[in-house]
């Protein structure tokens, strides 16, 4: 039962980390590695926002959400923009620019282990006889609410629509008059808006360190490749598959192997299906 | 462009000079001889006095890391460039000879004058052996592939506490004096890059850029090129055996942070700088952009925010990297032309 | 459209030079250089960076050390090594140490480097430069010591003045845990580590040791990789088998997510940080919302938690406070502070700044200081521990109760009785 309500918990805080990433990924191609750097400096936003300027809590976390995906679209369009399509050169540049907001933020005094959020909820409830507290419960519930939400979006919403037309075929959707630069930009917004959402409901569970943004990068990047790079419905499922993987490590195992196993995930799948599990198969493309 | 009088265009035309020495006729006049040798030999010149030149005692230290550092671009270059696999998991070839290295000196008591030979060809062998099964992928899966490869060998000697775990190993033999450290490291480094440029413009280096241009069309032509994959990787990660071998020597130590990701980015870093698929170019990438960190220390943590911008802004709007600029200069004359 | 960009980061670095300190002041005679290796964006190493600025200062208030019949002050050269820093090699960290001596021309070295394999492999750099270096912070790893003792000619420069792992555990963790059985009749021990060598060390011997001493000790210790962010599952885990008491040594930051759980979930079981770094902190109240209480942590040495181990301690913590507008916060902080006092003994006393000379003195230190009597063992440079101040150097457990850092351990410093959270009582 522990294992179930956990697993689950698990796999939808993995989930949260990874829906910017392999959002942004499967429309503009972008394999972003700022994107730790964007989930911590949204903690920070929101810390700011309550303890500087004393903004009302729910008020703080919303503009810090604003304000993140607004970072991101800046990156975006000032400089990421002119590297676009060669593979390499994003990585290492939007890793630069990663390493530079982390350190950045350590320079101007984000350091050490007393930044913490407030949770949304306080408490704890038994669940199928386990005892869960509220802000977890809190994080399930705002992940399963974000997909929705995200699959409606990208279903009904014509920008939604746009974006997905992106991800499927860009040069059919530029001879539809879809301006992809902008798309890419906007793609961008809604991933660091994502990576900040992540962040206002994990980062309450403990305290915001700079350190953690290489985890959430890591654990991202995990999820994303073994669901299939640019795939969301493989990125969710292979939350899952992951979160449980790693409470079952932990339960059967030994917990210092769960990180081991997150990367071995990923080096094996790349071996055996480079495409993840649940992605596109795209053969040629991949290996020879 | 639109200048005074109507439109114009740049031209870039070869210099006659370039085009003289281009064959055995270079040989006819002093001029053109050195207009070949001059800056072959500026760069040998320089590398070998650089340990002369150089008398403030810390800044000797920085230029034996600096030496590590060119041998990894050198080998992050030739991979990615001339094979077209990029790998971005440099710090595993460094992790690998680094603990070869140590292991060989402390338990069986070699001296650096066998270990570091025997940790660079048997490190290269591990390293393709691990990397192997990873030669078929692509593109950014093999670069993602190979990013990962540094962080698991880490979490696994932590997990398991295999090799001096987190507290490393210690007590490793050091070079005599600096004078052997230094020439012998800048020597291998000028060998290898005067080898690396020999090697590109044979056969088998033509079989390498084929793969990188196009490798459906080597296949086609009855190569295995799994097998030449091999061979690079092999050559590649030798380079990076070698650097974590002198590193491990230099300071006496090996550990689980010889895994670090430093080593793997600076040397990308110093190949986008220097100019990608020159092999010089990476080798002078380091040289600048090594001691800019060191100059940049100052400014404590501070320090990897310049840095990172530096390198950003380079990759963003330099990509060419400063070799590239430097040889066009040098080969070519640009003119505006009437269109 | 390139300019653009490049003017203003121009600027900007032209506007972080003008506003970089100025170096230091100078004085009238030559100063005497104390080259800091710390990792100066963590807590250990910020808080002796403080540590050490401030006996400096006090030194040099004073008049400075009396060398070769002259007044000579102090002056201090903080490098960042960013050795805690994942993704960074240790070679970064020991040429800051080698820029320090060789560039800063460090008369003396004192602080780190902070990781263990980093000051491990710091020894071996220090007895080629032939430099004398007291350790204060960080590494606890006994290797340290155990490598002066095998091989005392080459290592004879490496000094610690802060605490190591072994006696933490069996002088103070243990009698501290059996305390605790004695007081509640509890005995189940449930044990949380994080995955480096120390910590993985440390769980193991306590849990030897303790099932030696009538306590069952639940399982194996449960080991987390650093990063953890989830600790539900060993939590439950101890609360289904009954645990009483947990132990965990981390030195991870995400250890205050543990803490937070263990609240949520009222675990009926006192959480006993042998290491526990955010809990070291005085803003961990704050940052934990008070759901930290009862929480026991250790800070290796006295001083940097209130408490009256000797005259010295409080009037330490009060010069720390005033000059810094913040307590001394974790380990490493009052360690960091006396090594300059006890620095400046030695060279008044071999009366030079030749090493050959000052290690003899150091070796002779002998002091009533911050936290007790501040002697190193002549054999391996070790500093003699014990939990009476007027013998050796104490350690100091505290407990987190209503806001506040208790003194709970050793009995002779404390300044209050250990207590059980309200959800433990039966």
């Not at chain 1, 899952?240 to 993987?245: A, E, P, Y």
């Not at chain 2, 001296?111 to 030669?135: D, H």
């Not at chain 3, 790893?141 to 605490?163: L, Q, W």
């Not at chain 3, 993985?200 to 449960?222: F, H, Q, S, Y």
Request: with cysteine; net charge positive; glycine share 10%.
């Amino acid at each position: 039962m522990e294992i179930l309500v956990y697993g689950i918990i698990n796999s939808v805080t993995l989930a949260l980390m990874a829906l910017g990433f392999t959002l942004v990924y499967g429309i503009s191609g972008l394999p972003n590695f700022a994107h730790g750097a964007l989930y911590i400096v949204t903690g920070f936003i929101a810390w700011s926002f309550i303890h500087t300027l004393k903004l009302n809590f729910l008020l703080a976390m919303f503009l810090s959400l604003f304000v993140t995906g607004l970072i991101g679209a800046a990156i975006y369009r000032l400089f990421l923009i002119r590297v676009r399509g060669m593979a390499t050169s994003e990585i290492i540049a939007s890793y630069a620019i990663g390493l530079a907001i982390l350190e950045g933020l350590r320079w101007g005094g984000f350091k050490g282990m007393t930044y913490t959020l407030p949770v949304f909820i306080e408490g704890s409830l038994q669940i199928l006889g386990v005892q869960v507290d509220l802000q977890r419960i809190m994080v399930v519930v705002v992940g399963v609410v974000v997909m929705g939400l995200l699959w409606l979006f990208t279903h009904y919403n014509r920008i939604g629509l746009a974006l997905r037309a992106m991800a499927q075929d860009e040069r059919a959707a530029l001879m539809l008059g879809i301006d992809s630069d902008r798309m890419a930009v906007a793609a961008m917004f809604l991933g660091s808006f994502l990576a900040g959402l992540a962040a206002v409901v994990l980062l309450p569970l403990g305290n915001i360190v700079v350190e953690a943004g290489y985890n959430v990068l890591i654990m991202a990047i995990a999820v994303c490749i073994v669901g299939g790079l640019g795939s969301w419905i493989g990125a969710i499922l292979a939350a899952f598959l992951i979160g449980f993987v790693q409470i079952l490590t932990v339960v059967y195992i030994e917990s210092h192997f769960q990180i081991v196993v997150a990367l071995l995930a990923i080096i094996v799948t790349l071996i055996l299906k480079p495409s993840g599990l649940f992605g596109r198969q795209k053969e040629l493309e991949e290996r020879v | 462009m639109t200048l005074k009088g109507g439109d114009v265009r740049q031209e870039r035309i070869d210099r006659g000079i370039k085009v003289r020495t281009g064959g055995i006729y270079a040989v006819s006049s002093w001029k053109e001889i050195g207009y070949l040798l001059i800056p072959r030999l500026v760069l040998i010149v320089g590398l070998l006095i650089l340990p002369l030149a150089v008398t403030n005692l810390y800044w000797q230290r920085v230029i034996s890391i600096v030496g590590i550092y060119a041998l990894l671009s050198l080998s992050f270059d030739f991979l990615t460039h001339f094979v077209g696999l990029v790998s971005l998991g440099g710090a595993f070839y460094v992790g690998v000879g680094g603990y070869m290295a140590a292991i060989l000196n402390t338990k069986l008591g070699l001296s650096p004058l066998f270990t570091i030979p025997m940790a660079a060809l048997g490190g290269a062998a591990i390293c393709t052996l691990f990397l192997l099964p990873c030669l078929p992928l692509r593109g950014v899966y093999f670069s993602i592939v190979t990013l990962m490869y540094p962080l698991i060998t880490a979490r696994i000697i932590e997990a398991l506490n295999i090799l001096g775990g987190t507290d490393g190993i210690v007590g490793v033999a050091s070079f005599p004096n600096r004078w052997v450290e230094q020439y012998s490291l800048f020597g291998l480094l000028l060998l290898i890059l005067f080898g690396l440029r020999r090697l590109v413009n044979k056969d088998i280096g033509l079989v390498f850029r084929g793969i990188k241009d196009n490798d459906q069309a080597v296949k086609a032509s009855g190569i295995n090129i799994t097998h030449y994959k091999a061979a690079a990787v092999f050559i590649s990660s030798g380079m990076g055996c070698l650097g974590g071998a002198y590193l491990v020597h230099i300071y006496m130590w090996s550990g689980i942070s010889q895994l670090a990701l430093d080593f793997s980015i600076i040397p990308i870093a110093s190949t986008v700088i220097g100019g990608g698929g020159t092999l010089v170019g990476p080798v002078l990438g380091a040289f600048i952009l090594v001691p800019i960190s060191e100059l940049l220390r100052a400014f404590g943590t501070l320090r990897i925010v310049f840095y990172s911008l530096i390198l950003m802004a380079f990759i963003i709007f330099r990509s060419e990297g400063l070799m590239v600029y430097a040889q066009r200069k040098y080969h070519q004359f640009e003119r505006w032309v009437k269109v | 459209m390139k300019a653009k960009f490049v003017v203003p980061w121009v600027l900007f670095s032209f506007f972080i030079l003008l506003f970089s300190p100025p170096p230091a002041a100078l004085s009238a005679e030559k100063p005497i250089i104390i080259g800091c290796p710390l990792a100066t964006a963590f807590l250990y190493g910020w808080d002796a960076e403080r540590a050490i600025r401030l006996a400096v200062e006090e030194i040099n208030a004073a008049g400075g050390v009396k060398v070769g019949g002259k007044k000579r002050p102090f002056a201090v050269e903080v490098m960042d090594t960013r050795d805690l820093e994942p993704g960074v090699p240790v070679s970064d960290a020991l040429l800051t140490l080698e820029k320090l001596i060789l560039e800063k021309k460090a008369d003396f070295i004192v602080g780190g480097p902070v990781r263990s394999e980093a000051a491990l492999a710091a020894m071996d750099l220090l007895s080629k430069y032939k430099k004398v270096s007291i350790l204060t912070t960080g590494a606890l790893t006994p290797a340290y010591h155990a490598r002066v003792a095998e091989n005392y000619d080459k290592f004879k420069y490496c000094f610690r003045i802060s605490g190591e792992a072994v006696w933490m555990v069996t002088g103070e963790i243990i009698p501290c845990l059996v305390d605790i059985g004695n007081k509640f009749k509890v005995n189940k021990l449930f044990i949380m580590v994080q995955d480096v060598a120390h910590a993985r060390g440390g769980g193991a011997l306590i849990a030897k040791i303790m099932a030696g001493k009538n306590w069952t000790v639940l399982g194996d210790p449960e080991i987390y990789p650093t990063g953890t962010t989830d600790f539900s599952m060993g939590l439950l885990k101890a609360k289904k088998e009954g645990a009483q008491v947990i132990l965990i040594w981390m030195d991870m930051p995400e250890s205050s997510i543990l803490l937070k759980q263990w609240y949520d979930l009222k675990v009926p079981a006192l959480p006993f940080g042998s290491i526990i770094a955010p809990a070291e902190q005085p803003g961990f109240w704050k940052a934990t919302e008070g759901k930290g209480e009862f929480c026991l942590a250790n800070v290796v040495n006295a001083g940097n938690a209130p408490s009256k181990a000797t005259p010295w301690t409080m009037k330490f913590f009060n010069a720390y406070t005033k000059r810094w507008k913040i307590e001394p916060e974790g380990y490493g902080t009052s360690s960091s502070y006396m090594a300059v006092y006890a620095l400046k003994e030695a060279i008044e006393k071999a009366d030079s700044l030749d090493p050959e000379a000052v290690i003899p003195a150091l070796e002779k230190t002998d002091m009533m200081g911050v936290y007790g009597r501040i002697r190193f063992n002549a054999k391996n440079h070790q500093i003699i521990p014990s939990l009476d101040p007027k013998e050796g150097a104490v350690g100091t457990i505290f407990q987190w109760q209503k806001g506040k850092r208790v003194v709970v351990y050793p009995d002779k410093i404390a300044t209050g009785q250990i207590q059980l959270p309200p959800w433990m009582k039966k």
